[in-house]
């Protein structure tokens, strides 16, 4: 996984909690997990066909 092992996973969890607290962790989680839903739903939705369109003469 990008070269990160268990211990620098562990040392960054460790630097965010610090940094944001432990209250704010799970509105963060919510708000990725909310942002990463609607990306998804974005993109599968609208299937845009880049074709050009023949002209009706």
Known sequence: MFGFGMPELVVILGI???VFG???LP???SAM???IKNFKTATEGNEV???PK???Q
Do not use: D, N
Request: glycine letters at 16%; hydrophobic letters at 45%; a neutral charge.
């Open 16 to 18: 965010v909690v610090v």
């Open 22 to 24: 432990a209250g704010k």
């Open 27 to 29: 509105e963060i989680g």
């Open 33 to 35: 997990g909310k942002s």
């Open 49 to 51: 066909e880049l074709l």
């Open 54 to 56: 023949k002209e009706v």
